[in-house]
């Protein structure tokens, strides 16, 4: 029977295979699909071509980042611009790596984490940490290669479907076309009706305002700015509620 460290909450028998991380990762790949098809749609459709958004899931892989610099960059900011706001979005993955980092005893390989680790997504993250803490699985590296390369792969072939959709497939399907349209608005809504809860109210009434804002007196990229910013900014400076 493998051994099981209490203090660290990991086990040291041997590890989690390859197959078991593809198989953990199906979740992952189901959500991925329409979301990463809905993208490569959404970034045809504002004048980028297939393979510049096939670029976007390859380099950038950043989910709702993507929608994002797309919308920035066609609306005509700098790559700056785009740049600083995306990073300031996706800041929350300088935890992942250290967060995860305390759950491993094995030594690392250092050809093999620079894979995982690219691939560390908000849901490869979230699956991995289920699986180590509620499931008590065996960490291995071939484990998280599994989940992170079917997430990514998945994600790069939702890209490539809805951006060949975008040329034309769907010109005789508008209903289906407005309704793969809608889905980054009804993403980010739903990101907000999650987080809309009594303790949080403060913080989503900054940021919507700082992005009222933003728009209101300068522009698109002003606006996700102030909204990042104002959201932050009333997010630490509230005071922690005990339980």
Known sequence: MAEHDQTMGVHTGPGATLREGFVDSLPIVISYMPVAFAFGLNATRQGFTPLEALFFSCVIYAGASQFV?????????????????????????????????????????????????????DEVFAAATTKLYRDQRNWSENWMLGIALSAWFSWILGTALGAWSGHGL?????????????????????????????????????????????????????????????????????PVKKA
Do not use: C
């Not at 300088?94 to 997504?121: D, E, H």
């Not at 407005?178 to 907000?192: D, H, K």
């Not at 109210?201 to 002003?222: D, E």
């Open 69 to 121: 610099i797309t919308a920035l960059l066609s609306a005509g900011a700098t790559l700056w611009v785009a740049a600083v706001t995306v990073m300031a979005m996706d800041i929350r993955h300088v935890l992942y790596g250290p967060s995860l980092r305390q759950r491993i005893l094995r030594p690392l390989n250092s050809r093999k984490m620079p894979i995982w680790a690219f691939g560390l997504t």
């Open 170 to 238: 769907l010109h005789d399907f508008p209903a289906v076309e407005a309704a793969l349209t809608f889905m980054l608005p009804a993403l980010f809504l739903s990101f907000l009706l999650a987080s809309f809860q009594r303790h949080q109210r403060y913080t989503v009434t900054a940021a919507l305002a700082g992005a009222v804002l933003g728009l209101t007196l300068f522009s698109i990229p002003v606006s996700i700015l102030t909204a990042i910013i104002a959201g932050g900014l009333t997010a630490i400076l509230m």
